[in-house]
């Protein structure tokens, strides 16, 4: 210990701090003194630790890694981010659970986040994804009221199961996801156990201006892994961290998670002809219709050094793309453009973007001015606005994106009317063995404890609707947990 030498513990004005065990007192009974600086600035500073946790997926976990390119898909985009085989991009990774608070288990039953932040020379690209092809909703209008039925009562503040059947019975393209949700894959055994999907049909553009759609995958090299409830509830009686504990561990020993990413890629013209929507978010493109394009390999190897400045701090946008790749008409992707950089600003603070973990690996040059923290400001020069005569930025016409044809008259379309919620529900229902199945009526039924009956009801006409061994199997699994019940409490 002698002759260890340590750096100089200090106030947050750099003054060397004599003593850190005993307070400033008059006497050695008191009281403290009120020019005792530093017991005030820790105890201030203890006040100002946390920021509002995220609305959703605010209980998380992240690690950086890179990209590496294995298939050429240069005819489809000029992204330079997948510009030749072997091209690398760091790239930061969070995983989330969508409903539960900062403290909550992670081995819930819930859809994960699978949220990748690219710092490609161009920018970055972030893809804010799900480990799910679809979501429950396809207009953004439904998002608050949907996330009001996964949190919390507002009288008895706990998690309410007829809000949710309510909402979803109410909405049938909620089926899709929450046949998903209750499946298997609704409880993975971890984050490296798990798929990601960009979810949204995006667009990519070439340099020759052509326009495809596109759909973003990441299959698990790890495999998929699950836990039933039953084992999921063993696991967070002992350990509420399960998922950050595999993730955290894993790097640190040097076994680092891998993705092969790939792409679905529809001709522009396409979206006319398919039978569904392609721009609806509750739908998958079949892959016998466009099959998977490998792109690359993502690889995890490094854990944050610190979580709260690298993993709470991080700020992760879908409007955030690079020349080559662009948006979509679906209505869900629209709203997220407006709502992610929003939440920043309120979470995180105007000036998010220059924090280490979220700034761009490229020059950025905006005229953007001010605001609490500022503390990247340029120095000397007259060029703060534009245009200017003084050798200030310029846009760069060469990243101008093709037109996106859009068409229409302005008017609140009922995103119900004709729309077929069933087929690709069942689809994926008839993909499963038999236990799969069993698993999943028994998934359904334990979280219809305490629903009334009439919501029950609406829900089955649904699952019938996509297959009648589903609505079936779920009425036997629910008369089966009621006859449990009764016989518990007899
Ligand atoms: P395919 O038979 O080509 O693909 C089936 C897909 O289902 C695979 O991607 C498989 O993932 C995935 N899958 C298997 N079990 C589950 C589960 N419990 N939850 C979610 N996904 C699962 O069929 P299609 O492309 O024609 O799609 C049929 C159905 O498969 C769809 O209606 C959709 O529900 C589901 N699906 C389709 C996807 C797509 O992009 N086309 C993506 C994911 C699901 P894996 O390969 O990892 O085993
Ligand atoms: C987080 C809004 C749909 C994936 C968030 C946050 C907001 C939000 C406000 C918190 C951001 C923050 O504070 O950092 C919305 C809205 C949606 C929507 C308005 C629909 C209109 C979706 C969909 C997906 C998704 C469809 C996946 C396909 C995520 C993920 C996070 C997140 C992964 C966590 C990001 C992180 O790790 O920081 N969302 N969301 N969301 N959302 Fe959404």
């Not at 500073?45 to 946790?53: M, S």
């Not at 439904?142 to 199961?161: G, V, Y």
Request: with cysteine; proline share 7%.
């Amino acid at each position: 210990m002698a002759d260890q030498t340590f750096p100089v513990m200090t106030t947050t004005a750099g003054a060397p701090i004599a003593d850190d065990q005993n307070s400033l007192t008059a006497g050695p009974r008191g009281p403290v003194l009120l020019q005792d600086y530093h017991l005030i600035e820790k105890l201030a500073h203890q006040n100002r630790e946390r920021i509002p946790e995220r609305v959703v997926h605010a209980k998380g976990s992240a690690a950086y890694g890179t990209l590496t390119i294995t298939g050429d898909i240069s005819r489809y985009t000029r992204a330079r981010i997948f510009a030749g085989i072997g091209r690398q991009t760091e790239a930061l990774l969070r995983f989330s659970t969508v409903a539960g608070e900062r403290g909550a288990a992670d081995a819930e039953r819930d859809v994960r986040g699978f949220a990748l932040k690219f710092y490609t020379e161009e920018g970055n690209w972030d893809l804010v994804g799900n480990n799910t092809p679809v979501f429950f909703i396809r207009d953004p209008l439904k998002f608050p009221d949907f996330i009001r039925t996964q949190k919390r009562h507002p009288r008895a503040n706990l998690r309410s199961n007829t809000a949710m059947w309510d909402f979803w019975s109410l909405s049938p393209e909620s089926l899709h996801q929450v046949t998903i949700l209750f499946s298997d894959r609704g409880l993975p055994q971890g984050y490296r156990f798990m798929n990601g999907y960009g979810s949204h049909t995006y667009s990519f553009w070439n340099d020759a201006g052509e326009r495809f759609w596109v759909k973003f995958h990441f299959k698990s090299l790890q495999g998929i892994r699950t836990w039933t409830n039953e084992e999921a509830a063993a696991i967070i009686a002992h350990d509420r961290e399960s998922a950050q504990r595999d993730l955290f561990e894993a790097i640190e020993h040097g076994d680092y998670p891998r993705w092969r990413m790939c792409v679905q890629i529809m001709p522009e013209a396409d979206a006319e002809r398919t039978p569904y929507n392609p721009f609806d978010l509750t739908k998958v493109w079949p892959h016998a219709d466009y099959p998977l394009i490998e792109v690359g390999i993502l690889e995890l190897n490094r854990n944050p050094a610190h979580y709260f400045a690298e993993v709470e701090q991080a700020s992760f946008s879908p409007s955030n793309i690079v020349p080559g790749i662009g948006f979509s008409p679906d209505k869900m992707l629209q709203g997220r453009l407006f709502a992610y950089a929003d939440a920043h600003r309120y979470r995180v603070g105007t000036h998010y973007e220059s924090l280490p973990v979220n700034r761009p690996r490229c020059p950025v040059h905006t005229h953007h001015a001010d605001g609490a923290m500022r503390f990247d400001a340029p120095h000397g020069t007259d060029a703060y606005y534009h245009p200017n005569s003084f050798g200030g930025p310029q846009p760069q016409p060469a990243a101008k994106e093709p037109p996106l044809r859009i068409s229409g008259d302005a008017g609140h379309y009922d995103h119900r009317a004709g729309n077929d919620d069933y087929t690709q529900a069942g689809a994926l229902f008839r993909l499963f063995d038999a236990g799969q199945r069993e698993r999943l009526f028994r998934n359904i039924a334990a979280a219809m404890q305490g629903v009334p009956d009439s919501i029950v009801a609406r829900q089955l006409v649904h699952f019938q609707r996509a297959d009648p061994d589903y609505a079936e199997g779920v009425a036997q699994a629910l008369g089966q947990a009621r006859a449990r019940a009764r016989a518990d409490a007899e």
